[in-house]
T-cell receptor, first 112, second 114 residues
Framework: SQKIEQNSEALNIQEGKTATLTCNYT??????LQWYRQDPGRGPVFLLL?????KEKRKERLKVTFDTTLKQSLFHITASQPADSATYLC???????????FGTGTQLKVEL | DGGITQSPKYLFRKEGQNVTLSCEQN?????MYWYRQDPGQGLRLIYY???????QKGDIAEGYSVSREKKESFPLTVTSAQKNPTAFYLC?????????????FGSGTQLSVL
């Protein structure tokens, strides 16, 4: 069955460092993959989309990579700030069922 | 301001009772979705609608019902058949369906059982 895995343990890093979050998927061949940010008690907010033929996508301090061979996407936040503390969700899209499937998310905590 | 409005923020259900969660959008989006979020689990799709008067079941539709009589509105009813309704419910919309469509989410409704 299709499966998406994100680190269930929270990632704690110091302010100014680069945070790297992992999204692994199995039994999928997603044509696109999206990343969202979710704050406690709020709905997710779209951050970035990457296509299967793109190796890397950047937006300000954010960078996403997409390795279809490893079946993995990495999400990087450079020069992290306490305001970046949130849960980050990955969502591969396969076309089947015409819908996104969300991972469980990884909680990021940026400390001063 | 354009966006998605969910109400109420908190809702309590008695056993055997049906409850309806409201979702309204003024983004002029064709597609709308309902997701359920449980602690430690990803968002799971309940129902989605690509156009007015049409909707499809998602992965966990049992015990839920929806309607799409207007483009702006997509209410979700949690029926008494849903035996474990306690969860955070999220409504979303997009301009269409497909992997290039980013979802815009509301702020959610927390449903609890009394």
């Amino acid at each position: 069955s299709q499966k998406i895995e994100q680190n269930s343990e929270a990632l704690n890093i110091q302010e100014g460092k680069t945070a790297t979050l992992t999204c692994n998927y199995t039994n999928y061949s997603p044509a696109y993959l999206q990343w969202y940010r979710q704050d406690p008690g709020r709905g997710p907010v779209f951050l970035l989309l990457i296509r299967e033929n793109e190796k890397e996508k950047r937006k300000e301090r954010l960078k996403v990579t997409f390795d279809t061979t490893l079946k993995q996407s990495l999400f990087h936040i450079t020069a992290s700030q306490p305001a970046d503390s949130a849960t980050y969700l990955c969502a591969p899209f396969t076309g089947g069922g015409n819908k996104l499937t969300f991972g469980t998310g990884t909680q990021l905590k940026v400390e001063l | 301001d354009g966006g998605i409005t969910q109400s109420p923020k908190y809702l309590f259900r008695k056993e055997g009772q049906n409850v309806t969660l409201s979702c309204e959008q003024n983004l002029n989006h064709d597609a709308m979705y309902w997701y359920r979020q449980d602690p430690g689990q990803g968002l799971r799709l309940i129902y989605y609608s690509q156009i007015v008067n049409d909707f499809q079941k998602g992965d966990i539709a049992e015990g839920y019902s929806v309607s799409r009589e207007k483009k702006e509105s997509f209410p979700l009813t949690v029926t008494s058949a849903q035996k474990n309704p306690t969860a955070f419910y999220l409504c979303a919309s997009s301009t269409g369906t497909g992997g290039l469509q980013k979802l815009f989410f509301g702020s959610g409704t927390q449903l609890s059982v009394l």
